[in-house]
């Protein structure tokens, strides 16, 4: 519903053992069918821009491809340390109060800027993947002032689509473990069906509360802080 799912989930998987690569493939399997249905969802709510998700879905392809390569060779300690600082950061970013207008009164406007921003923003999803989706609402709202209910649909959307390609590199490499990835999918699919239709109707207060603060206590285990 509000984003920074797999900060919960990836650092779980790395802590019952396994190793940085092989949590962040099995992650995958889980945010692939719970944006697949978070998406479904959405078109059963009536919210969906097919055309224009598709247009900037493709953007983020390419940058999703280098963003695993790039995972599947990167050292567990290193990849630990960075998803520690990326982490911290979310904490800081979720304690920023946020603008409670909707966004339906805004004019929609179109940036080319935008699609550069998902270039990147699919390397940062294939490489680590956590707070992807805020990056996501922060480059679509922020340079095409879209409806924020819209932005959240098409950040599922360009989630399921970038995660694909990201996904088949960690199968490739062997970085997948198919228990823990399809019983993780199990529970991310339930939240990502009703968390879409919550969404739609506002509310998310409580669910970032808990989030900061089982965010900042993972990111210390990370960093080594005990």
Do not use: C
Request: charged share 10%; hydrophobic share 55%.
């Amino acid at each position: 519903m509000a984003g920074g799912g797999s900060s919960l989930t990836l650092p779980a998987l790395i802590f019952i053992g396994l190793d940085s690569a092989a949590a962040n493939g099995t992650n995958r399997v889980g945010i692939l069918v719970q944006s697949i249905l978070a998406t479904l969802s959405y078109r059963h709510e009536k919210v969906s821009a097919l055309e224009k998700s598709l247009k900037l879905a493709a953007f983020t392809i390419p940058g999703a491809i280098l963003g695993a390569l790039v995972a599947v060779n990167i050292s567990n300690e290193w990849f630990d340390r960075i998803l520690g600082i990326v982490m911290i950061g979310i904490i800081i970013t979720m304690l920023i109060p946020r603008n409670k207008r909707s966004g339906e009164a805004l004019a929609e406007r179109n940036s080319w800027l935008v699609y550069p921003a998902m270039l990147a923003v699919g390397f940062y999803g294939g490489f680590i993947q956590v707070g992807v989706g805020f990056l996501i609402m922060a480059a679509l709202y922020h340079l095409t002032r879209m409806n924020l209910v819209y932005v959240n649909m098409h950040k599922m959307f360009l989630t399921m689509v970038f995660t694909i390609p990201a996904l088949i590199i960690f199968i490739w490499t062997g970085n997948v473990d198919w228990v823990l990835g399809l019983t993780l999918a199990a529970g991310n699919g339930l939240g990502g069906w009703w968390a879409a239709r919550y969404s739609v109707r506002g509310g998310e207060r409580v669910i970032r509360r808990i989030m900061v603060v089982a965010i900042f206590i993972i990111a210390l285990k990370l960093l080594g802080v005990f």
